[in-house]
């Protein structure tokens, strides 16, 4: 197995590294991760300048022929270098995480962490997404554990070899994640943003920051959202295709034209 490991919480980040020790003994691990926290990204590359890439060494990390790349980029940024040339290889799987905090409904769409794997995807390799739900890195030992089994039995059902998938995975912080329930489900929806927050600089400019994200909107049964709150593993397969094939036919009457 080549495995390649990314994450959206730049390189020195507990989560990658705890990720990498948890996968020790599938295969060869190459890392690629960016080297400032890169949350909210989502899918960008960086088109604007070039890229450059050191190694560089990881505390937890001593003793083990693993070396980490650090790219001064975005997550998509660390694996399209990595798979379009400077790896030398095409991976078996793409893994990404483990993410400080879920990645769970509309979340998906600004999480670097699921564009990642989600890039590892679109170049063909099977790949997935790991976060925890909480903040602040708690029991990460055990997401980890629970981590590495999901892709042992993900490589014992053969899905690797069937073609690439992209699966995003949220774990509750618990140090009995391990043995919880798992549960395959579709993304919920958050209500929308909340307002941003206005300050003012030392110049007396005024400044702005995102607001926090909404509450749960839609968060029943069978949602990641409702899963994660129950303790359990949300296990989401997730597609690229925006495309919204209900109506199509609506829009070819209004608007196409031979």
């Known amino acids: 197995m080549r495995i390649l490991i990314a994450n959206d919480d730049g390189y020195l980040a507990p989560g990658i590294a705890a990720l990498v020790r948890a996968c020790e003994g599938l295969g060869h691990i190459d890392v690629y991760a960016p080297e400032q926290n890169a949350s909210g990204t989502s899918n960008a590359l960086t088109l604007t300048r070039p890229?450059?890439?050191?190694q560089a060494r990881v505390e937890g990390m001593e003793g083990r022929d693993v070396r980490f790349n650090v790219v001064n980029g975005t997550p998509s940024d660390c694996v399209h270098v990595a798979l379009t040339g400077v790896l030398g290889h095409k991976p078996d799987l793409v893994l990404s995480g483990i993410n400080n905090g879920a990645n769970m409904g509309d979340d998906t769409l600004y999480s670097g962490t699921?564009?990642?794997a989600m890039e590892g995807y679109l170049f063909g390799v099977p790949a997935i997404a790991f976060s925890q739900a909480d903040k602040g890195w708690g029991e990460l030992e055990a997401a980890a554990a629970a981590a590495r089994a999901i892709v042992d039995e993900v490589l014992a059902s053969g899905a690797v070899q069937r073609g690439p998938f992209l699966l995003n995975v949220n774990l509750p912080n618990r140090a009995d994640v391990v043995s919880r329930p798992?549960?395959?489900?579709?993304?919920?929806?958050?209500?929308?943003?909340?307002?941003?927050?206005?300050?003012?600089?030392?110049?007396?400019?005024?400044?702005y920051w995102i607001g926090p994200a909404g509450d749960?909107?839609?968060?029943?049964?069978?949602?990641?959202?409702?899963?994660v709150a129950q303790g359990h593993v949300s296990i989401?397969?997730?597609?690229?295709?925006?495309?919204?094939?209900?109506?199509?036919?609506?829009w070819a009457a209004r608007l196409a034209r031979a």
């Open 114 to 116: 699921v564009a990642a």
């Open 216 to 227: 749960a909107r839609e968060a029943g049964e069978g949602t990641d959202f409702h899963a």
């Open 51 to 54: 890229l450059s890439i050191f």
């Open 236 to 250: 989401t397969p997730l597609q690229v295709d925006l495309t919204d094939h209900a109506a199509r036919s609506d």
């Open 182 to 207: 798992r549960l395959v489900t579709r993304l919920g929806r958050r209500h929308a943003s909340e307002p941003v927050i206005r300050q003012t600089n030392p110049r007396g400019d005024p400044i």
